[in-house]
């Protein structure tokens, strides 16, 4: 085989086939980790809220049995 009829690199399948691979594994990857991402910090805040919600009702409880001086 000469070299004068071997395709370019550029444009040899293997070639195509592993940039498209690559190109897949990069979105699929951007994807996942991006759902992941925003599924987990929507969890942790919704976490805080409860926490701040509590704590909330707590000293209001507080200052509706000891008044403002409860608080302290």
């Given amino acids: 085989m000469s070299s004068s009829r071997l395709k370019p690199t550029l444009f040899r399948i293997s070639t195509k086939l592993t940039l498209a691979y690559s190109l897949v594994l990069i979105l699929s990857s951007?994807?996942?980790f991006s759902f992941l991402y925003f599924q987990i910090?929507?969890?942790l805040q919704e976490q805080e809220r409860g926490v701040?919600?509590?704590k909330l009702e707590?000293?209001?409880n507080r200052?509706?049995?000891r008044?403002?001086?409860g608080i302290q």
Avoid: F, K
């Fill in 58 to 60: 707590e000293y209001r």
């Fill in 30 to 32: 951007t994807v996942i």
């Fill in 52 to 54: 701040l919600s509590s």
């Fill in 67 to 69: 008044g403002l001086g």
């Fill in 41 to 43: 910090s929507h969890g």
């Fill in 63 to 65: 200052i509706e049995v």
